[in-house]
């Protein structure tokens, strides 16, 4: 296939795809050379089609007529873009895990992730993107809830632990999602784990 039709497609699924959608030069490494990839990348970019996040890093931005202006990307999606893209296991961690299970309303300046790769910080917008080195096994042989839930009940720490952030969690959660975090978190500190049962049983 010529290397322009390469582009054209390229091009196609971008525009296929929904608004506010991340792309890596990765995602279509098994439809065009890199090169190809990255010169159509930038040929959307200067079309407004694409929108440079981070190196590497592209979404399609979804225009908010109301406010008249590109809506800000989703800094948990970001987060998870760049964990796939360098191959790290995250969940999200401290306050971030918080407000993404609803125990806390104020959204972060900084998101805050367990990561199995190197420590890193990424500025996004007015965010802040920081990834802690964290053991491999809490993350990886964890289901996604799981290990967030982990780390949200270490955030309120073992004396702040509430009624209310416990019959929270248990309404949040399925009963797969406390049948597979009782599994899973047999390991977690006592106190964790404590925590977890009377989540499970309520």
Same mark, same amino acid.
């Given at each position: 296939?010529?290397?322009?039709?390469?582009?054209? $497609? /390229?091009?196609?699924?971008? =525009?296929?795809?929904?608004?506010?959608?991340?792309?890596?030069?990765?995602?279509?490494?098994?439809?065009? %050379? &890199? =090169?190809?990839?990255?010169?159509?990348?930038?040929?959307?970019?200067?079309?407004?089609?694409? +929108? !440079?996040?981070?190196?590497?890093?592209?979404?399609?931005?979804?225009?908010?007529?109301? /406010?008249?202006?590109?809506?800000?990307?989703? %800094?948990?999606?970001?987060?998870?873009?760049?964990?796939?893209?360098? *191959?790290?296991?995250?969940?999200?961690?401290?306050?971030?895990?918080? &407000?993404?299970?609803?125990?806390?309303?104020?959204?972060?300046?900084?998101?805050?992730?367990?990561?199995? *790769?190197?420590? !890193?910080?990424?500025?996004?917008?007015?965010?802040?993107?920081?990834?802690?080195?964290?053991? &491999?096994?809490?993350?990886?042989?964890?289901?996604?809830?799981?290990?967030?839930?982990?780390?949200?009940?270490?955030?309120?720490?073992? &004396? $702040?632990?509430?009624?209310? $952030? /416990?019959?929270?969690?248990? +309404?949040?959660?399925?009963?797969?999602?406390? $049948?597979?975090?009782?599994?899973?978190?047999?390991?977690?500190?006592?106190?964790?784990?404590?925590? /977890?049962? !009377?989540?499970?049983?309520?």
């Amino acid at each position: 296939m010529p290397r322009t039709l390469y582009a054209k $497609d /390229i091009e196609q699924c971008i =525009a296929e795809s929904d608004y506010g959608q991340l792309f890596t030069y990765s995602d279509f490494a098994d439809l065009a %050379p &890199n =090169a190809t990839i990255r010169k159509a990348f930038s040929r959307l970019e200067k079309q407004g089609v694409l +929108r !440079r996040i981070l190196r590497g890093i592209y979404d399609k931005p979804r225009y908010v007529e109301r /406010i008249k202006q590109y809506a800000a990307p989703d %800094p948990d999606r970001v987060a998870h873009k760049l964990a796939s893209k360098y *191959g790290w296991a995250i969940t999200p961690s401290g306050a971030t895990a918080l &407000n993404l299970l609803g125990l806390s309303t104020q959204v972060p300046n900084v998101f805050e992730y367990a990561s199995d *790769g190197p420590y !890193r910080s990424y500025a996004l917008g007015s965010y802040e993107l920081k990834f802690s080195r964290s053991a &491999n096994r809490e993350l990886s042989a964890l289901s996604p809830t799981t290990a967030m839930v982990i780390q949200a009940i270490r955030a309120l720490g073992e &004396n $702040d632990v509430k009624e209310a $952030d /416990i019959d929270h969690l248990s +309404r949040r959660l399925t009963a797969q999602d406390k $049948d597979l975090l009782l599994s899973e978190s047999k390991r977690a500190a006592v106190w964790v784990y404590d925590v /977890i049962k !009377r989540v499970s049983n309520r």
